[in-house]
């Protein structure tokens, strides 16, 4: 399969990890929307928040439980901001499942 997030999760395509254990991996985004912006990702293939089933919540479960580790090392103690587009109309561009991790500022509330 063609997936670019497949790739950066077995290291064919480089990154700049932030954080990686045996289910998901954590890296800066190639295009920054925000001073941190870092996507984290389950190394199983799951197409959007769609493909969420009983069988791999439990990875989903597991990047939420990570997610305030990874937020203090990267010094985002004033808050942050998880965004996961789903779809076309969603603004998904990358069809592998991913949690845009951002802050870094005082974040818009803008939205849509
Ligand atoms: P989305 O538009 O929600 O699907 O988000 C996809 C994100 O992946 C975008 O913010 C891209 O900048 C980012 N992205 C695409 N390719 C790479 C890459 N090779 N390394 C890091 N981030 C990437
Ligand atoms: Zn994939």
Redesign the pocket.
């Known amino acids: 399969m063609d997936c670019?997030f497949c790739k950066?999760a077995d290291g064919t395509?480089p990154?700049k990890k932030v954080y990686e254990d045996d289910l998901i991996i954590a890296?800066?985004?190639?295009?920054p929307?925000t001073p941190v912006?870092i996507?984290i990702i389950p190394k199983q293939h799951i197409e959007s928040m769609n493909g969420i089933t009983t069988e791999n919540s439990h990875i989903i479960a597991h990047i939420f439980e990570v997610i305030p580790q990874i937020a203090g090392e990267n010094h985002l103690n004033g808050g942050y901001r998880i965004?996961?587009?789903c779809g076309k109309d969603g603004?998904?561009?990358?069809f592998h499942l991913?949690f845009?991790l951002m802050g870094g500022k005082k974040l818009n509330v803008a939205m849509g």
Do not use: A, K, L, Y
Not at 27 to 31: G, L, P, R
Not at 91 to 94: E, K, L, R, Y
């Open positions: 670019i950066i395509i990154s890296f800066h985004d190639i295009q929307q912006h996507v965004v996961s587009n603004g998904q561009t990358v991913h845009h």
